[in-house]
């Protein structure tokens, strides 16, 4: 189980939390009907570090991004998600 | 080859057993192939055999970065059953069944196919709904499918808790009698063997590392046992999908996540059949040995660690425990995790791909070994001429941009909500 750092609850037990979605498949809200169509289908799927989407489902309910090595497990960053936060 | 025979076995009794031969050649790779197959697991290696048995192809690698079926095809828990929903599904693993059941004469080698019978338990109305549908969507392709009432399956299965103050109610269940399970490893070194033996070089500890562009096109890997030119390439790497065609530029409607299975250690035999539920996310089955193998759900977040997590596995027993409180007396002896591919709409990935000479096998989720034989017949097919077999043609890569996704539960690019 990983030990994840909500910006808002501090360190928590993964099974509070819930993974919804990589940063990458988000389409901004301009995008086309194609690039949309792109983005939600297709993943750079790394076997290295990507940026994830969780939230604090069973604590603060607050959505962040994590900043995770998929191979490794380590977290190098966990930040709130804001207006800014997402593309 | 050398044929394997009870006769061959009663020779060998007598001069000490010394005729046996290694199954399969170590050669060094050659400069040049017609084809390259990336990866050396169950579908790499039936797409080698199909490809020389079939296509009558002489000059073709299998490169596997480890040993041959040391990725999923030796860690999966050998549910072998074409009981879906959907006609290109239906097609392509009814197909697969068909070879399974005379698999083992097929390549000389004993995979040990038991069509024991693969169950579906439901636990509600809805369930047994969702089940007949399911029955009738496969018997009406001509698949085998029996809706069984509570006192068939507690007959089949009388270690079940079929009390109503159990904690799953069991009103009744969906069965598919020529499903069952199989010997993994056997099914990698048959096919291994069986290739072998028609001269497909079988090169493990070889990993691909990039691609050799010639323009649009692939002409070559490169290995890190050198560069290897190839007419064509098949990528063929299951969980590592995503990694091996990024080397190629491409971007795949794949994510790869970590699934996990379990055994006990062995007793008498005392699970019959092939436990699986409409609702709950966990199945069960005895193997030869007698251990009882347990699977549940992937770990729901991406991840190519190749380990999983405690939380998750102890979600898939509780929920085998509160079926069968029999096997609570059981110790584990061991877990492991294999990287799964799970695509965006829960099929396969077979076909072409934008980069010219560049082919796709991939996406098989939780629940390609089944489809093993199908998966390299068709492989080889497309392979061999550059165009899809009529089982895959359904399964090409650009169904996700058209919109032509085979999506058996609905849940669209989000593997994790599956
Ligand atoms: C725990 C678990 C349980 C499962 N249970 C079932 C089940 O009950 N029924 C079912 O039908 N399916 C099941 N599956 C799924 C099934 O195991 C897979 O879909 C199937 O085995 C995939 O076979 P494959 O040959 O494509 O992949 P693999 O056997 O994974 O082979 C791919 C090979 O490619 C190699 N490779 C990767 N990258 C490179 C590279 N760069 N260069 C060279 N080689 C490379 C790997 O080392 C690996 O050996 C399960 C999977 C897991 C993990
Ligand atoms: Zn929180």
Same mark, same amino acid.
């Given at each position: 189980?990983?030990?994840?750092?909500?910006?808002?609850?501090?360190p928590?037990?993964?099974?509070?939390?819930?993974?919804?979605r990589?940063?990458?498949?988000?389409?901004?809200?301009?995008? &086309?009907?194609?690039?949309?169509?792109?983005i939600?289908?297709?993943r750079?799927?790394?076997?290295?570090?990507?940026?994830?989407?969780?939230?604090?489902?069973?604590?603060?309910r607050?959505?962040m991004?994590?900043?995770?090595?998929?191979?490794?497990?380590?977290i &190098?960053?966990?930040?709130?998600?804001?207006?800014?936060?997402?593309p | 080859?050398?044929?394997?025979?009870?006769?061959?076995?009663?020779?060998?009794?007598l001069?000490?057993?010394?005729?046996?031969?290694?199954?399969w050649?170590d050669?060094?790779?050659?400069?040049?192939?017609?084809?390259?197959?990336?990866?050396g697991?169950?579908?790499?290696?039936?797409?080698?055999?199909?490809?020389?048995?079939?296509?009558?192809?002489?000059?073709?690698?299998?490169l596997?970065?480890?040993?041959?079926?040391?990725?999923?095809?030796?860690?999966?828990?050998?549910?072998v059953?074409?009981?879906?929903?959907?006609?290109?599904?239906?097609?392509?693993?009814?197909?697969?069944?068909?070879?399974?059941?005379?698999?083992?004469?097929?390549?000389?080698?004993?995979?040990?196919?038991?069509?024991?019978?693969?169950?579906?338990?439901?636990?509600?109305?809805?369930?047994?709904?969702?089940?007949?549908?399911?029955?009738d969507?496969?018997?009406?392709?001509?698949?085998?499918?029996?809706?069984?009432?509570?006192?068939?399956?507690?007959?089949?299965?009388?270690?079940?808790?079929?009390s109503?103050?159990?904690?799953?109610?069991?009103?009744?269940g969906l069965?598919?009698?020529?499903?069952?399970?199989a010997r993994?490893?056997?099914?990698?070194?048959g096919?291994?063997?069986?290739?072998?033996?028609?001269?497909?070089?079988?090169?493990?500890?070889?990993?691909?590392?990039?691609?050799?562009?010639?323009?649009?096109?692939?002409?070559?890997?490169?290995?890190?046992?050198?560069?290897i030119?190839?007419?064509?390439v098949?990528?063929?790497?299951?969980g590592?999908?995503?990694?091996?065609?990024?080397?190629?530029?491409?971007?795949?409607?794949?994510?790869?996540?970590t699934?996990?299975?379990?055994?006990?250690?062995?007793?008498?035999?005392?699970?019959?059949?092939?436990?699986?539920?409409?609702?709950?996310?966990?199945?069960?089955?005895?193997?030869?040995?007698?251990?009882i193998?347990?699977?549940?759900?992937?770990?729901?977040?991406?991840?190519?660690?190749?380990?999983?997590?405690?939380m998750?596995?102890e979600?898939?027993i509780?929920?085998?425990?509160?079926?069968v409180?029999?096997?609570?007396?059981?110790?584990?002896?061991?877990?492991?995790?294999?990287?799964?591919d799970?695509?965006?709409d829960?099929a396969?990935i077979i076909?072409?791909?934008?980069?010219?000479n560049?082919?796709?096998?991939?996406?098989?989720?939780?629940?390609?070994?089944?489809?093993?034989?199908?998966?390299?017949?068709?492989?080889a097919?497309?392979?061999?001429?550059?165009?899809?077999?009529?089982?895959?043609a359904?399964?090409?890569?650009?169904?996700?941009?058209?919109g032509?996704?085979i999506?058996?539960?609905?849940?669209?690019?989000?593997?994790?909500?599956?």
């Amino acid at each position: 189980m990983m030990l994840i750092n909500c910006p808002h609850c501090g360190p928590r037990a993964q099974s509070e939390f819930v993974y919804e979605r990589t940063v990458d498949s988000v389409a901004p809200a301009g995008a &086309s009907n194609d690039e949309a169509m792109q983005i939600l289908f297709t993943r750079s799927n790394p076997r290295g570090v990507d940026d994830e989407i969780w939230r604090h489902t069973f604590g603060c309910r607050a959505w962040m991004v994590v900043t995770r090595h998929r191979v490794t497990n380590e977290i &190098s960053q966990v930040r709130a998600v804001g207006p800014e936060a997402l593309p | 080859m050398n044929r394997y025979s009870a006769f061959g076995l009663l020779r060998g009794a007598l001069n000490g057993q010394k005729h046996w031969q290694p199954a399969w050649r170590d050669p060094e790779p050659k400069a040049h192939y017609d084809i390259v197959i990336i990866g050396g697991g169950g579908h790499g290696l039936a797409t080698a055999y199909y490809l020389a048995k079939v296509h009558g192809l002489k000059n073709i690698a299998v490169l596997e970065k480890g040993w041959i079926g040391g990725g999923n095809t030796g860690r999966n828990t050998t549910i072998v059953r074409s009981n879906y929903r959907q006609k290109p599904l239906h097609d392509l693993f009814e197909f697969g069944l068909k070879l399974w059941h005379n698999l083992s004469d097929e390549l000389n080698y004993n995979v040990m196919f038991s069509p024991r019978g693969a169950m579906f338990l439901g636990h509600s109305d809805a369930d047994m709904v969702k089940l007949a549908e399911r029955g009738d969507a496969m018997r009406c392709d001509g698949i085998d499918a029996d809706l069984m009432t509570r006192d068939e399956v507690a007959k089949l299965e009388p270690l079940l808790d079929m009390s109503r103050s159990a904690r799953f109610p069991i009103e009744g269940g969906l069965i598919q009698r020529r499903g069952g399970t199989a010997r993994h490893d056997a099914v990698a070194w048959g096919y291994a063997r069986g290739a072998d033996s028609f001269g497909v070089d079988i090169i493990q500890k070889c990993e691909v590392t990039g691609f050799v562009r010639d323009g649009d096109a692939v002409v070559g890997v490169e290995t890190t046992r050198g560069r290897i030119g190839a007419g064509r390439v098949g990528i063929c790497v299951a969980g590592h999908s995503g990694h091996v065609a990024g080397l190629a530029g491409l971007k795949l409607p794949v994510e790869s996540q970590t699934l996990q299975a379990m055994v006990t250690e062995g007793v008498k035999p005392m699970i019959n059949s092939v436990i699986m539920s409409q609702s709950l996310h966990c199945y069960i089955s005895q193997s030869d040995k007698g251990g009882i193998v347990f699977g549940g759900d992937p770990d729901n977040w991406p991840s190519y660690a190749q380990r999983g997590h405690p939380m998750v596995m102890e979600g898939a027993i509780a929920q085998g425990l509160a079926l069968v409180p029999a096997l609570s007396r059981l110790r584990m002896v061991r877990t492991w995790s294999g990287v799964t591919d799970m695509s965006f709409d829960g099929a396969p990935i077979i076909g072409e791909t934008p980069v010219r000479n560049l082919y796709l096998n991939g996406g098989w989720c939780y629940g390609g070994f089944k489809a093993t034989p199908a998966s390299g017949w068709t492989y080889a097919h497309t392979l061999a001429t550059g165009s899809p077999h009529a089982l895959n043609a359904p399964f090409a890569l650009e169904r996700f941009m058209r919109g032509a996704t085979i999506d058996e539960t609905g849940t669209g690019p989000m593997p994790n909500s599956r």
